[in-house]
């Protein structure tokens, strides 16, 4: 018998399934994504892929994917092309996230330069604030053909 979570179906409106995957994010799927005028907001349904021994979100999860959140909506706010790098990661965690809880990645782009881009972001559970990250990611050069 195959038991299925009901939690894979509860995704907030307006969230799709993410398509840009990674070695890194692969074994975190299903990710999606909501695009805003403004960002990329990433989400997850948190489940034990993405905990620690003690059943909550692990920290690395978390700062993975606001550095990713950060990074797609800063390329979105150049030009969607643009090739970004982590020059830059902090993160703050404030609170917990457990397993069946909706944890959403909002990112608020603060600058976007000719070589750096800036940006903050807000990660949290079911609404409620569990960590706080910023970033500083360098523009690449286009590649020459």
Request: proline share 4%; glycine share 8%; aromatic share 8%.
């Amino acid at each position: 018998m195959t038991v299925v979570s009901h939690y894979a179906t509860d995704i907030p409106e307006g969230f799709e399934h993410h398509l840009r995957s990674s070695p890194l994010t692969a074994p975190w799927e299903p990710i999606y994504y909501k695009r805003t005028a403004d960002a990329v907001i990433l989400g997850v349904r948190l489940a034990e892929p993405h905990t620690n021994s003690r059943g909550l979100a692990h920290g690395g999860f978390l700062t993975a994917l606001a550095d990713n959140a950060m990074g797609l909506s800063c390329g979105a706010k150049r030009d969607s092309k643009t090739r970004l790098l982590t020059a830059s990661l902090s993160i703050d965690f404030v609170s917990s996230a457990r397993i069946g809880q909706w944890v959403a990645f909002e990112t608020d782009v603060i600058k976007v330069g000719r070589t750096l881009c800036f940006a903050q972001c807000f990660v949290t559970a079911d609404g409620m604030r569990c960590a706080r990250a910023n970033g500083t990611f360098s523009v690449m050069p286009e590649r020459k053909e």
